[in-house]
């Protein structure tokens, strides 16, 4: 009996040996993550080159009104596109609802920049619908007048065909759990459908339509390529302007900072959003009582819906087709082959080891449920709210002083000029890409581990099996679609993501997103569509496994 006491002892000793070195290793990996926005923060106050001082008397107000206008606009457009969209597939039957109930998520696969190139593309002067139109009016060059798609005004509304899906997804998944009965009662107190819209379901659904355009807006300070594009001076191209151009990376940081501290601000505005209103459904749900229209608020209904998809998925998609169809060449080159190759391989690195450091990140946090370990997984959670051009100066800065210090070290020691090895190397790529991206793969693994019973690892651990073994023999195999699901969102992120790899890639190591980028900004737009084009259809996977979820949820309901 002894003896077994002992070494039922010994095993409990063992395993709080496994949990605690699970727990630090968590906590280490987290705080890896943190660090480059850390030092942005602390950059922020070193002593620079004074294009600080250069920057705030000539170009900083307006980066910061260019920014703040592109933040109106882009929210004024996601909610009315969204929340309209949502409300009508909800609530109403109509002409083509089932098919534009999956359609309206497509724009997700379409980066904004690429958009901004095909809408250039199409709308400039030189473009097919401004020569038709001349053909048509016999008109001349400054008989007309025609909107400028290259302009801030252009921009919100790249931003908004694109975006909008964030908030479409968010608040048709509320109205669709709102209460029959509750609506129904909104009309007996004599509400029309736009009364119980406003009065009833529009409340109720706050918190997401909030969550959805805090999404929105953080993809909106985090996109470099349109903005840059269309010439609107916002932080992002600010920070490239301190970077690249002043070669200052205190002024860098310190424009980081301020946009560190707008993305906050959006998400503590988020938080506030909600207050402490708490709604619970305990009624019958309206997802099946759908009201049918017919005549022309049918067809209005069915416009109203087809309209955001058409502009921000079917129109690009078609003009970049089109310029590939008419110029097959580029998509075929040996250059063209190498870049997709790049691609695929920094998004497969990046999405392997995205899966398996989120794996045990989700897994110390189920099994040590410490507040160390919970709170180190919500930092290592806030990197997908960093612009990729924070991320880059947060990592760049330490790094180029470590290679720094080596190389005088290497040249000190043994004679050897070794220059740069960090710094510009795919390692340190792959480590923004993980600050940026690894809280997608985290969020997913952590809602498939939710799923799964704690008495199938208790039997597990009854039978003698370490933390590790019981992760490996019964975890990793129900997880599997939850693992692939997370490496297939985190492949498609890196691959359309442009601001860190523009600046952080390897010397001659391009890829599709930075090759399509020069491309459009030396007005090879032909050239550019081959990449933007391949983009987006990687970018179409996981929208079509999201919109047969939907599918596969709504007939459940």
């Excluded at 089932?98 to 359609?103: D, I, N, P």
């Excluded at 473009?127 to 007309?144: E, H, I, K, T, V």
Aim: glycine content about 8%.
């Amino acid at each position: 009996m002894k003896a077994v006491t002992q070494t039922n002892s010994a095993r409990h000793r063992k395993r709080r040996g496994s949990l605690r070195a699970l727990a630090l290793a968590a906590i280490a990996i987290c705080a890896a993550l943190a660090a480059p926005i850390a030092v942005v923060v602390a950059g922020s106050f070193a002593t620079g080159q004074g294009a600080w001082q250069h920057l705030a008397a000539t170009v900083l107000p307006e980066y910061l009104f260019s920014t703040l206008w592109l933040v109106l606009g882009v929210t004024a457009g996601v909610i009315l596109l969204g929340v309209s969209s949502a409300w009508l597939i909800a609530t109403y039957r109509f002409p083509g609802a089932g098919v534009l109930e999956w359609a309206l998520v497509l724009p997700l696969a379409v980066p904004a920049y690429v958009v901004a190139y095909a809408y250039t593309d199409f709308l400039q002067f030189s473009g097919p619908l401004q020569s038709l139109l001349r053909a048509l009016l016999g008109l001349r060059a400054g008989q007309y007048w025609f909107p400028e798609i290259r302009s801030l005004g252009g921009a919100m509304l790249v931003f908004a065909v694109v975006l909008y899906p964030y908030v479409y997804l968010l608040a048709r998944a509320a109205f669709l759990d709102q209460s029959r009965q509750l609506l129904q009662a909104g009309r007996l107190l004599g509400y029309g459908p736009f009364g119980v819209f406003i009065h009833i379901a529009l409340p109720l659904a706050r918190p997401a339509i909030a969550a959805g355009t805090a999404l929105a807006l953080m993809e909106t300070l985090a996109d470099f390529g349109a903005v840059a594009y269309f010439s609107v001076q916002t932080f992002t191209t600010g920070i490239y302007r301190a970077w690249l151009s002043m070669g200052d990376l205190t002024a860098a940081a310190q424009l980081s900072s301020t946009l560190l501290a707008l993305v906050l601000l959006i998400l503590a505005a988020e938080r506030w959003s909600r207050g402490k209103a708490r709604h619970y459904d305990t009624l019958a749900r309206g997802a099946d009582h759908a009201i049918r229209l017919s005549g022309a608020r049918a067809w209005g209904a069915s416009l109203c819906c087809a309209l955001p998809p058409l502009l921000g998925f079917a129109l690009p998609a078609a003009i970049l087709a089109y310029r590939v169809w008419s110029e097959p060449g580029h998509l075929f080159s040996e250059r063209f082959v190498g870049l997709a190759v790049n691609s695929f391989t920094l998004a497969g690195i990046t999405a392997v080891a995205a899966v398996a450091l989120a794996l045990l990140l989700a897994y110390a946090g189920r099994l040590v449920p410490s507040r160390g370990v919970l709170i180190a997984n919500r930092i290592a959670s806030l990197g997908y709210a960093m612009p990729g051009a924070v991320i880059a100066v947060g990592i760049l800065v330490p790094v180029a002083r470590i290679d720094n210090l080596l190389a005088d070290w290497l040249e000190a020691q043994f004679g050897v000029q070794a220059g740069l090895i960090f710094t510009g190397s795919v390692l340190a790529l792959v480590y923004a890409y993980l600050v940026r991206f690894l809280a997608v793969a985290l969020q997913t693994l952590e809602a498939g581990l939710a799923k799964i019973r704690p008495s199938m690892e208790d039997a597990a651990r009854s039978l003698g099996h370490s933390p590790m073994r019981v992760l490996a023999r019964v975890h990793a195999p129900i997880l599997l679609p939850s693992l692939f699901t997370a490496g297939l969102i985190v492949f498609v992120d890196v691959m359309k993501e442009l601001p860190a790899t523009l600046v952080m890639r390897p010397f001659n190591f391009d890829t599709l997103a930075v090759q399509a980028y020069h491309y459009a900004s030396d007005e090879r737009l032909p050239q550019a569509a081959a990449a933007s084009l391949v983009i987006v259809a990687v970018g179409l996977i996981p929208v079509i496994i999201l919109t047969r979820a939907m599918i596969r949820r709504r007939h459940k309901a």
